[in-house]
């Protein structure tokens, strides 16, 4: 099987590589040159565009359709202008629309996706490295969209999703909060945008005259139209740095940024499941600060760090032997994530910044911290040391970690990474973990990627390594990757995330892109086949996964796939308990089974998504449904419900459980907004909300009041709890940046 399956790969990369000679892509090869104009007098951030400043600088224009036809002129006129003092890039952009009416306007929602509205995005390559950049976008609404790409985007990331979903990432780190401003206008022709970007909110190598990469990106949503002025292939997104223009000629000043972040809290606190269930007051005060030791160099501090404000996270089914994972949503680590990112998806990451303040779900107190980031040379370099508090029957604990990456050119890098946990009361409790990773670019088309690592836990010997080796190669027509990886039996990166031990590990994929130019309505269909499987160390093999599937996308962004095949194994050398009182018995597995995804237009105020898994699980059946139904009403209100739903049926008993989800936000501005979210599981019997508003100042500051409440529903006698509250919570908390550069 496994060498039927590899030559089938090197086939289709063969047939890719002649198909791609003969269709071969639009010129997108001519370089975009931009200057921007200084002006003494800056202009006022309204969104009106109306100063003779803007009037006397360039004009870009000659932006170039990435979809739906990828090389043609887009098809309304795009104008775009830089401006700069001696404090700020102003961007203003004419985003032309011959249908003003047909304006798809969004939520006002900071960092909500921009890949569902209107929108137009910014990019910024600082350093001018060909691989990361600054991201700065907005939409109709006037929202502060922004983020980092780090390499090009290869670890993952993408334009849209939810801000506290999206975790760390490696490739776009939507977390990221800078201080800037935005305002936008419509009219009849169009609708109009006006950056001012501080140059204290950016990173760049030294003062005086430099370039820039730049690039910009717009979308009609009606017509699920992308443009650049910058040309891309439709394989990639905007954040193919490689491929941005440049901006030259920019004159940045010498300005070391020097913030300030002090935040006070108040938190009342009832747990219910307690002894004695008084409520608990607290006050507490803590601060975080930005130090610019250089243009490239910046050093973080924290004490007492807080993170009330943050989103609860999504309740999640486990239907499988192997732990979970759950994103990183706190701001202090996720920002400049991606220079800490080595590893492999939510598999095998050997730094995951969540094993840093909590524990089994518990926050354990963070006294301070601190995190140096930024460029020397042409290396990208990190240092992160965090201290915890000790509480119950956790030891104060010290975390460190230390990155190298040195960047080449076309996407190649060479890094290392050293991430160490230690008792500080007792230090003969340790555990390190030290590895190296890189990418090797070929052209634009194929990129290899490769880690490997060791750890290095007390009463351990042997076992303790790991490595993986990947190959993706992207096309216009095809996507073809691959990937091998094995993990050792002792193989323990304590600050990191492994969800599986003692195994080798094969992935191969094959995807086919087919246009159908002449079908106006009717934009992509994607058939493709997978094939992955796990062994343990002696050959044993204990899971496997065979899918073919054939994807349908429509011009309108709407979306469904055929009932896609599976072929699944599953081996069991231990027995499995699934569930209380149902165990599966040790031996091989091996069923098919039937999976189905769908989603209607998602700019459309109202859409629906959702699909189902149906087929053979161990000894029995599993029927899996789940749906979404999304709500929009104008700019200001969304919600959201989604639910799912399991049954499953084994010979050794039957189960069913559920989850449901209901989030809603309702924006009195782009900064001062309510959300809710409402969570039932039936597993635990658990009603949790977490209710937040926010009044916010620049970069995410503000004031947040934040209500949580767990209710459970149960029978003590089967879940322990009784009925009724089990905690409630009412937290206020103020944060002020303070700017305190010029001093």
Known sequence: MRTCLLRITLALILTSTRLVAQQAPPNLTTEAIASATAVVESPVIDGNLSESSWQDAQVLTGFVQQEPMDGEPGSERTEVRILYDSEALYVGAWLFDREPSGIVVGRTLRDASVSDTDAFVVLLDTYLDRQNAFVFGTTPAGIEYDGQVANEQQAGGGSGGGRQQRGSGGGFNLNWDGSWEVATSIDDAGWYAEMRIPFSTLRYPTAGEQNWGLNFGRIIRRKNERMMWSPIPRQFNLYRVSLAGTLVGINAPNRRIFTLTPYALSDGLKDYTANVPDADFSATFGADAKIGLNQSLTLDLTANTDFAQVEVDDQQVNLTRFPLFFPEKRAFFLENAGTFSVGSGRSAELFFSRRIGLSGGTEVPIQAGARLSGKVGGMQVGFLNIQTQGVEQIDPTNFGVMRASQEFENRTTLGAILVSRLNTENTGDYNLTYGIDGNLGIGQDLTFSGWAAGTDTRGVGGGEYGYNTSFNY??????????????????????????????????????????????????????????????????????????????????????????????????????????????????????????????????????????????????????????????????????????????????????????????????????????????????????????????????????????????????????????????????????????????
């Open 474 to 743: 992207t096309t216009r027509d095809w996507q073809v990757s691959s990937r091998y990886r094995q993990i050792g039996a002792e193989f323990n990166p304590e600050v990191g995330f492994v969800n599986r031990r003692a195994y080798r590990n094969y992935y191969v994929r094959a995807l086919r892109h087919i246009r159908l130019d002449n079908v106006s309505w009717f934009r992509e269909l994607r058939p493709h086949v997978s094939w992955e499987e796990h062994w343990d160390l002696t050959g044993f093999s204990e899971s496997r996964k065979i899918h073919i599937d054939t994807h349908f996308e429509f011009a309108n962004g709407a979306f469904f796939q055929l009932p896609g095949f599976n072929v699944i194994g599953e081996g069991l050398q231990s027995p499995f308990r699934i569930r209380e009182g149902i165990v599966i018995p040790a031996g091989s597995y091996n069923h098919l089974d039937w999976e189905f995804r769908f989603n209607s237009n998602r700019s459309a105020p109202l859409s629906i998504s959702g699909g189902w898994g149906l087929g053979g699980f161990y000894s029995g059946t599993r029927f899996s449904p789940n749906a979404t139904l999304s709500y929009r009403f104008q700019d200001t209100f969304s919600a959201s419900l989604r639910a799912n739903y399991f049954d499953v049926r084994l010979e050794e008993g039957s189960f069913t459980t559920s989850l449901f989800n209901l989030n809603t936000s309702y924006s009195f501005t782009p900064r001062i907004y309510l959300q809710a979210q409402i969570q039932y599981n039936a597993d635990s019997e658990n009603l949790g909300s977490n209710i937040r508003l926010a009044w916010l100042n620049t970069a995410g500051t503000g004031l947040y009041i934040v209500y949580n409440d767990i209710e459970h529903f149960g029978i003590l006698e089967r879940t322990g709890f009784p009925r009724g509250p089990q905690q409630r919570q009412f937290v206020i908390k103020y944060t002020k940046l303070l700017d305190l550069s010029s001093f």
